[in-house]
């Protein structure tokens, strides 16, 4: 079974946010109110209380969201080739997390809003638990669709890092079907997605 302090955040943050037209990590978060961070410093902060510690994947935008990650006291690392898509920056974000001496991860992405405390602190309970019951991933499940974040384990991290650059996560996951655990969950905000101007204005309305 994965021990509870192995766990390494990762934050996929390499996109070019062309459906968004400016950087989603740098988004105003929460959209309202006095005390507000970006979206990259929300979802570290999130992740912080239940990781070791958390790893944010860059792509071209590395010096722009690099002082968030900075001040946060967190770890950068860069996806030299972010145009190969998403998997590839999984790929490097896991990578790193193996390169650190850890063994399990806990993955989102930061065009997602952070999810509550109490949804990561049952997911990492139900990982603990179905990790010595054979399983590889546990992924949460609001209202019949799966959302973020992923917690995987060593076998699931390698079966994603040997997969070919052009695959997806949702491919790698069908196959392991028998190896993931979904567990249902009371929170709307892991199945969010914030990729255009509407989308985000509707949440500060």
């Not at 969950?185 to 509707?202: C, G, I, K």
Request: aromatic residues 6%.
């Amino acid at each position: 079974m994965t021990s509870r302090a192995g766990f390494c955040g990762v934050i996929l943050a390499a996109g070019a946010s062309t459906r968004m037209g400016r950087d989603k990590a740098l988004l105003a978060w929460p959209p309202s109110g006095a005390d507000r961070g970006t979206l990259l410093s929300a979802a570290i902060h999130a992740f912080v209380p239940f990781n070791d510690l958390v790893i944010v994947v860059a792509g071209k935008n590395a010096d722009a969201i690099k002082p968030v990650v900075d001040t946060c006291g967190e770890y950068l690392t860069i996806n030299p080739a972010p145009e190969r898509g998403q998997f590839s920056s999984l790929q490097c974000g896991l990578q790193e997390v193996l390169n650190r001496g850890h063994y399990a991860a806990m993955m989102t992405l930061v065009d997602k809003p952070p999810v509550k405390a109490s949804t990561l602190e049952k997911l990492r309970t139900e990982f603990d638990a179905a990790s010595s019951n054979g399983k590889w991933a546990v992924v949460p499940e609001y209202g019949g669709r799966h959302g973020h974040p992923i917690l995987i384990g060593r076998e699931m991290i390698e079966a994603f890092l040997k997969a070919p650059a052009s695959s997806n996560a949702r491919e790698i996951q069908h196959q392991h079907q028998s190896h993931i655990q979904y567990v249902a969950v009371d929170d709307p905000d892991t199945t969010m997605n914030l990729n255009t101007p509407e989308q985000y204005a509707r949440l500060t309305s």
